[in-house]
């Protein structure tokens, strides 16, 4: 069965306080969330102590942003999996744009080999893949995507996956995908995927005014929030969401 997983990702956003601030606001408005609903915080490595600490007992889990490939090593200012495993971290953030644009990290081995770092330690990968605007427009969303995931799940276990849709475009610009063409796109990768359960989210934009919308589309199995998911106030209302 596919779940909903509703997933934010607070970027280089919070520091410990602030998590603890923000945990204090937004925990006590998921007593309504409906139960099917999986709630994970991809916190900055410096916080996912508190967030461990704090989410135990609670309905939301603990995520991390990015995980290095090997289990040690040397490696300077890497992250690896035994470490995040140590921490009660169940999900990581695997290739998002963001990394890939800054930290110059490509699909070619080492999304690949994140993918499954990722499985190996009992996390579940949140693989981001998307296209950007130019590949849009020159037609070539399809082909995109498909040698993303060709690369990033080779000879990947599809039974402890997530994929999260984010056109690039949409991300941070508050130019959300239409609902219908994320949906539309959405069904290409799951079509592509060996395993029909494997949830998969939309990123880029979402926000309390367009989250009904998005998650009434039959393929969108979840979302992944940036922004939006840094205030308690509006990631509540994301997650309680009315279905
Ligand atoms: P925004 O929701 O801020 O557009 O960010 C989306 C994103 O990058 C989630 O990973």
């Known amino acids: 069965m596919r779940k909903i997983v509703i997933a934010g990702n607070w970027k280089m956003y919070k520091t410990q306080a602030e998590a603890l ?25 410096t916080a996912l102590t508190v967030l461990s600490k704090n989410l135990h007992g609670s309905r939301a889990r603990v995520g991390a942003q990015n995980i290095h490939w090997e289990d040690f090593g040397a490696y300077t200012g890497a992250i690896s999996g035994p470490m995040l495993a140590e921490l009660g971290v ?11 644009r800054y930290a110059w990290e490509t699909d070619d081995p080492i999304m690949n080999l994140r993918v499954k770092a990722a499985q190996r330690h009992g996390l579940t990968p ?3 893949v998307g296209e950007t605007k130019a590949q849009r427009d ?20 599809q039974e402890n996956l997530i994929i999260a849709y984010e056109p690039i475009w949409a991300i941070g610009t508050g130019e959300t995908c239409p609902a219908d063409e994320a949906n539309r796109v959405i069904g290409l ?15 880029g934009s979402v926000n309390p005014t367009n989250i009904d919308e998005i998650m009434a589309q039959p393929e969108i199995d979840g979302v992944l929030v940036g922004g939006a998911s840094l205030k308690a106030e509006s990631f509540a209302q994301i997650v309680n969401y009315q279905s």
């Not at 204090?24 to 916190?43: G, K, M, S």
């Open 189 to 203: 990768i799951r079509s592509l995927l060996t395993n029909a359960n494997v949830s998969i989210q939309y990123g």
């Open 21 to 45: 601030e923000f945990l204090q606001a937004f925990l006590p408005q998921l007593n309504q969330t409906p139960e099917e609903r999986e709630i994970v915080l991809c916190a900055p490595f």
């Open 138 to 157: 020159a037609g070539k969303i399809e082909s995109h995507i498909l040698g993303q995931l060709k690369t990033d799940l080779a000879e990947v276990d």
């Open 90 to 100: 169940r999900h990581v953030i695997v290739g998002h744009s963001e990394r890939r």
């Open 126 to 128: 949140i693989l981001c």
